[in-house]
């Protein structure tokens, strides 16, 4: 099908400022997204929390900014929560400025934030509101209105794998676009001898004491990159092992993040839950390192075992210490070019502009 140039108004996360970290994934989702459609031709709006930042290749782009108080992060409420919008939240805001700013010629709303408010907007707006549903099913409030959106219209959705999308019964054929990398951005390393390392928000759900207890296992130091979420989980696992087993090296730019990921001989990556994607599985695999991981959500989609890596049962800690010593067996550039052929950032722009398109022609 052939895409005509689209003008889109993309509508960031109520979680932190694009840069912060507090958004995990999705922002790096939104600036590779940015990229590719840029590349593609087609126009961008951008309405983003205070202090977002676009690095210098999407200059161009204009953000609208809006104010407010972030939303609690769903992953960590309870499954029954109900919805909490604070006074002054910045969902509200970044709502009345989207269905504002939309009201120009825009073609489509692209909504990037787990959130309620803007999924029930949906049938009762004009401009057309789609949804890149970036978590599994964390919250039935959510769940619920997904679901009942899929009912309508369905084709306003789409998610990153199959594994998340089969967290919520759908009426139809769900949408899967993946996600994409500026691949330019990572370096293939080809050297196979260097540290174990594990990155993501440090959080329970991403289930970092496994990834250290492999390294203790093999004496060895495990490097740490991303944003500590939880505190007191971070310090319960240092505790827990010998001084020395984690070296944390904090949230980095991805320029740096990339650099010190691609030395490593292995990623361990260790979801407790049904991770809708990955973001660090595969920009591990662009630098040609290759991942052993549970066999759960979206890394056991994307990582091929024995090519790429090993994925092993979730939980089994004695089968990611075992296929932690076959790391040696998978070639560095296959890893990379898996990246290549199927997550850059304009595959990925292109699925986007597709599924918006194909609604848009209905
Ligand atoms: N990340 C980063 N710098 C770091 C460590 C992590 O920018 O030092 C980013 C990484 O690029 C990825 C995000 O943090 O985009 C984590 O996303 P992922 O999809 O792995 O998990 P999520 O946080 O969305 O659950």
Redesign the pocket.
Known sequence: MTVKALKLLLVSTPIGFLGS?QG?????TLISLVKGLLELGHEVVLIAPNGSELPKECEGVEIRYVSGFDQPSWQHQDYGSPVIIPANGVLPMLWEKALDVGKEDFDAILNFGYDWLPLWLTPHVEPRLFHLISMGAVSKVIKDQIMKLSKTQHSRLAFHTHVQASDYELSDTPTVVGNGFDLNQYKFQSKSDGPLGW???VAPE?GLEDAVAVAAHFDDTLLV??LIEDENYARTIEESYPPGTIDW??????NE?QDQLGKCRALINTPKWN?A?????V?ALACGVPVVAYKRGGPGELIQSGSTGWLVAPDDLDALISATYRVNEIDRLKCRNWAIDSASSKGFAKRITSWVQKDIME
């Open positions: 970290g995990g994934g999705v922002e790096l990155a993501g928000r991403k990159w991303g090296r904090g949230f980095l730019k991805t993040f991770e994607y990955g973001n660090v599985v920009e």
